[in-house]
């Protein structure tokens, strides 16, 4: 997609999706044989369920159709949300991974895996998993040491209040 076609649709559909309390995240318009696909990707720090998506789907159809924006030819809309393992590029994205996993390049070469605490204009408060038998350590990561970043799938994951459940029923089912 060039770029004056991305910076017109961007124009076009961010106030849309912005009406909708979603942020536009990304657009791409792909060719799929003689069809294309417009990919449209929104999110919010509260999440997006089925039906804002399928609200902000409807808006920005009928904001299409009014317009040429998308050309002359058929074309699909898809509207969704980021993926699990999404990448972080914005310090709204870094912000709605708190409590996340991610793995991190680093600018100066290396990799890390570590947990967002907090986030705030300098950087992240991380806590980097033990290994071995050892204990987790706290790490401070400007963001400008971060080349990419990207939030991990955890399967196992056990949360503190899981712990804390698992707690009271031994405790129940020793009474």
């Known amino acids: 997609m060039s770029t004056t076609q991305s910076e017109r649709l ?63 030819g058929e074309y699909t809309l898809e509207v969704g949300t980021p993926g699990a393992e999404r990448a972080l590029t914005e310090h709204r994205h870094y912000v709605r991974a708190v409590d996340r996993l991610v793995r991190f390049r680093l600018t100066g070469g290396g990799e890390l895996v570590a947990r967002i605490l907090t986030v705030d204009d300098e950087g992240l408060d991380l806590e980097v998993p033990g290994v071995k038998g050892r204990k987790a350590t706290a790490r401070r990561l400007p963001f400008g040491e971060i080349d990419t970043a990207r939030v991990q799938v955890e399967f196992n994951r056990k949360d503190k209040s899981d712990k804390h459940d698992n707690d009271e029923n031994e405790t129940e089912e020793e009474a």
């Open 10 to 72: 961007r124009e076009l559909l961010e106030p849309l999706v912005a009406s909708q309390g979603l942020d536009l995240e990304e657009i791409a318009v792909d060719s799929v044989g003689r069809k294309r696909v417009l990919s449209v990707v929104v999110d919010s720090d509260t999440g997006a369920d089925l039906d804002r998506i399928a609200d902000v789907s409807r808006a920005l159809s009928a904001k299409l159709d009014e317009t040429d924006a998308m050309g002359e």
